[in-house]
């Protein structure tokens, strides 16, 4: 199934950086092959590959290729699958190599995903509806799980603690200051203070 837009044009709702995202061209599939429309070629292949994350133009093509595997619906390659995979990723704007692989199979899974919901909406068998509903469901949770990834990625696994209340008892002792925590490293700026010293 495909559907088409009434315009021609498109454009990106949801970009970290609209000016990129627009300027990168459009992919298309002609005769099984997959035409990159710029008028440069090379300059078409390093805007598209920044737009998705890609290293180099080895790392672009594969990544198109399976994009192009993706989005096949009755054994063919689809043009509006491919489109919409391509035009997600790069709202997702990756930054890096693990980043684009991460979002190709984030937009690969929701077009599996929204291929169940159409198989699941056209079928009266409650077997085939019990199968696509538990498909669905794992392919959600895929998908939520993969969006925490990314975002543990982008974040470098840092997870911020805020301490608003801190009470010490007499003869305690605390440490006062702004702490950065890593792996194996603790660091405060200020040191030790003691419980008496501190105003009541």
Not at 63 to 68: F, G
Not at 73 to 94: C, E, H, W, Y
Request: charged share 20%.
């Amino acid at each position: 199934m495909t559907t088409s837009l009434t315009s021609p044009e498109t454009t990106a709702i949801a970009a970290s950086n609209r000016a990129a995202i627009i300027a990168s061209p459009k992919v298309k599939l002609r005769r099984r092959r997959i035409v990159i429309e710029h008028p440069d070629t090379n300059t078409g292949e390093a805007l598209l590959a920044e737009a998705l994350g890609a290293a180099d133009r080895d790392a672009l093509h594969g990544l198109l290729s399976q994009l192009v595997k993706a989005s096949v619906v009755a054994r063919k390659p689809d043009q509006g699958n491919l489109a919409f995979m391509v035009s997600t990723l790069k709202s997702i704007a990756p930054r890096d190599s693990l980043e684009s692989m991460l979002a190709a199979q984030m937009v690969s899974i929701q077009v599996a995903t929204m291929r169940c919901a159409c198989r699941l909406a056209c079928t009266d068998d409650v077997q085939q509806q019990e199968s696509l509903t538990r498909a669905m469901t794992r392919l959600s949770r895929t998908f939520a799980a993969q969006i925490e990834a990314l975002n543990r990625h982008r974040s470098s696994g840092g997870c911020a603690i805020t301490v608003q209340n801190l009470s010490v008892q007499d003869g305690g002792k605390a440490v006062v200051g702004n702490f950065t925590q890593h792996t194996n490293l603790i660091a405060a700026q200020p040191g030790f203070v003691d419980a008496a010293a501190l105003p009541a």
